[in-house]
């Protein structure tokens, strides 16, 4: 059935998938999620916070202990830094 103000009709094409959920949260692998729980709890906060934001950053949805480990060699300095595994 047709709407008059629409001329528009579905035509049972594939549906397209977006690539995050659409609240914008970032998810945390078990891994990441325990070397966390690792950082001082005063610091935490602000490690979640630039980590679910650097993964915002490269389009992904989850933080993993690579993402985590990027950013450490970033702050102090560990040598080069790592990609993560795409």
Known sequence: MRAP???YLPEGGAVIEPLQS???????SPEARTRLQ???SMLRRM?????????AELGEAEVT?????????RRFGKGRPIKPSV
Do not use: F, Q
């Not at 659409?22 to 945390?28: F, H, K, P, T, V």
């Not at 490690?47 to 993964?55: G, I």
């Open 5 to 7: 103000w629409c001329d």
């Open 22 to 28: 659409l609240s914008g949260e970032i998810g945390w």
């Open 38 to 40: 690792r950082i001082p």
């Open 47 to 55: 490690v979640k916070k630039r980590a679910e934001a650097y993964v």
């Open 65 to 73: 202990p690579e993402h985590l480990a990027v950013l450490s060699a």
